[in-house]
């Protein structure tokens, strides 16, 4: 008898688990996602400011599927009963032997911040990415008149995207770029030699920085900050952080105070042994015992153990031995083929860097 394996998102642990255990026998794949294509979030700075088509940013769920002989639904998970074994979309039913949860996280759009719904453009999800796109390159084509894109959130994804567009507007003079990061640098809390390397960035490509305060308010397109700065603009992305996203479970999952499945060291759900949940959704650990931060180096990491587990379990094999997460580095792009990194401890700088953020990228990208 076929085991049934259904997989909730097709992100970076979903796509991973997908290729890991492709052709396994007597197993059958199903994988479930609202959306129709995988995006590579590490990458979507460079689709928003230009240089690269959307299909190399989002690939087809339904194609990568055929491919490695799994079946695709596009739809929304909206409810799973463990019990039963049953997972719910708005038009279907499956069920299952064994679940996966790769959900995710979605962007965070505080309700504390006034207006703030009229500028809840989420760069996650693929078609606000593509609206986005298309309100940057209007700005960038209207000569006639000056321009602000304003980024809230220095982060990883602020800083990245700030930068790219920055570096496309030096051929755009009546374009500028201003980032509000409320921490004194972009990439707070980053190591030293990151956020050094980004802030010579900013101040290279002539990015407007504000620190010190936080957005209160969004007015007839002026950014209000708490400590009563203005910053007028034309298209304002928020990108100040995320929030792990979930299908309702009843009963539901054991959670941490901050939403993070709680999972053994197999990422099963702890007491749910047939539910395994992978990726940003997880509260997971390095060697040292720190909290692994939501990366896609860690969802991919995390996706290739469960598959063995998987395999494991199918063939009645002792199951793998757990091991930590090995965070193997960071690599920040700083516009056009300027990078910072930390590959294993090493810093990297400028084109060397750039590259190895490609091959990195690449490394994910080619399973498609
Ligand atoms: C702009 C940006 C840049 C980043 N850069 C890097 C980087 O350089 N390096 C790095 O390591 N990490 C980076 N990250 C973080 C990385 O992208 C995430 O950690 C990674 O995507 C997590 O993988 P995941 O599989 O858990 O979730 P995701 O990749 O987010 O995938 C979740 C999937 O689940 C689907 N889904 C959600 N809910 C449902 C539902 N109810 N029903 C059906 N489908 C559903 C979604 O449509 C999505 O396809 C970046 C993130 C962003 C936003």
Not at 3 to 25: C, D, E, K, M, N
Not at 193 to 213: S, V
Not at 264 to 290: K, M, P, Q, T
Request: aromatic share 8%.
């Amino acid at each position: 008898m076929q085991h049934s394996l259904v997989i909730i998102g097709g992100g970076y642990a979903g796509t991973t688990l997908v290729f890991q255990l492709a052709r396994t026998p007597n197993l059958r794949i199903t994988l479930i996602d609202a959306s129709p294509v995988h995006l590579v979030q590490a990458k979507l700075h460079r689709y928003l400011a230009g240089d690269l088509p959307f299909e190399e940013v989002a690939y087809d769920l339904g194609r990568f599927c055929t491919k490695y002989g799994a079946d695709f639904v596009q739809e929304r998970v909206t409810h799973v009963d463990p019990l039963t074994k049953h997972v719910y979309t708005e038009n279907e039913t499956f069920s299952y032997d064994t679940l996966v949860v790769a959900t995710g996280c979605t962007s965070f759009f505080p309700k504390q911040i006034e207006n703030i719904h009229a500028h809840t453009i989420d760069v996650k999800l693929p078609s606000h990415l593509q609206e986005a796109k298309k309100r940057t390159e209007a700005l960038f084509e209207d000569k006639e008149h000056e321009h602000t894109i304003a980024i809230i959130g220095g982060g990883l994804s602020g800083a990245e995207i700030a930068l790219e567009l920055a570096q496309k507007a030096k051929r755009f003079p009546h374009v500028h770029i201003a980032l509000v990061e409320q921490k004194p640098t972009p990439l707070p809390g980053m190591d030293a030699h990151l956020t050094k390397a980004a802030l010579k960035a900013c101040e290279t490509l002539r990015i407007k920085r504000y620190h010190g305060a936080f957005v209160t308010a969004v007015n007839d397109r002026i950014l209000r900050l708490s400590d009563e700065r203005e910053v007028p603009f034309s298209l304002a992305l928020f990108v100040i952080g995320v929030s792990p996203t979930l299908p309702t479970f009843t009963p539901a999952l054991p959670l941490t105070p901050h939403g993070l499945v709680e999972t053994d060291a197999h990422y099963r759900v702890r007491g749910l042994e047939s539910i395994f949940a992978l990726g940003d959704i997880v509260c997971s650990y390095d060697a040292n015992g720190n909290q692994n931060l939501p990366t896609a180096q860690v969802a991919k990491q995390q996706a290739k153990h469960v598959a063995k587990t998987l395999k494991a379990l199918l063939a009645k094999r002792a199951l793998p031995r757990p091991k930590p997460v090995i965070n193997k580095g960071v690599l920040v792009d700083l516009g056009g083929k300027n990078a910072a990194g930390l590959s294993f401890g090493v810093p990297l700088w400028g084109k060397p860097a750039y590259l190895v953020k490609r091959l990195v990228c690449r490394l994910h990208t080619r399973i498609f």
